[in-house]
């Protein structure tokens, strides 16, 4: 898979099976279904395909904790609730912002930003330790193109390029980058 590293632990982290009745679980009919990258048409990962019996049995688990929710403090559903909300909004602005970076930005710009953003919280936040179509992949381009973005960025002394590694050496210079 040509996906960026930090991009793989996220996708490593998701659970794969379906949860149902307080459990995780395979699905049914023991089906997958690819999950692929629209960028690459690669398969990322593959999840549970659930069949209308998981379904039936998701619901009947739903309806089957329907007195124990409803005997929960209303406060409590309040907090459950609130957290749930915020973890979907995160992950909403992260998509969105992915979706408007592809839309809005050039591919000089995207990677830019992609290098800048992926060193937070890094032991070196300007270093960067990945393949080129690892890097293609995560800013939806092509290796071709990266490599040529990457060559400009470096004669204009901007990063330092090696094997499987990038040295942000003018952080400020390569911030403009993004915005023109």
Known sequence: ????????????????RLYIGGEWRDAS????IPIEDPATEETLTEVADATPDDAAAALD???????????????????????AFEMFEARLEKLTQALEDVMLLDVPSRLAK?????GDGQPDPH????????????????RVT?????????QRG????????????SPDRLRKEIHG
């Open 1 to 16: 898979m040509a996906i960026a590293t930090n991009e793989q632990s996220v996708v490593d982290g998701v659970e794969k």
């Open 29 to 32: 009919g023991g089906e997958t």
């Open 61 to 83: 688990a739903a309806c089957g904790m329907q007195k124990e929710w409803g005997d929960t403090a209303p406060n409590e559903r309040s907090e459950i609730l609130y957290k």
């Open 114 to 118: 992609y290098i800048l953003d992926s």
């Open 127 to 142: 270093a960067l330790t990945l393949t080129q179509d690892e890097i293609a992949a995560a800013v939806g381009s092509t």
């Open 146 to 154: 990266i490599n040529k973005v990457l060559a400009d960025f470096e």
């Open 158 to 169: 901007l990063i330092r390029v090696a094997r499987r590694h990038i040295d942000v050496l």
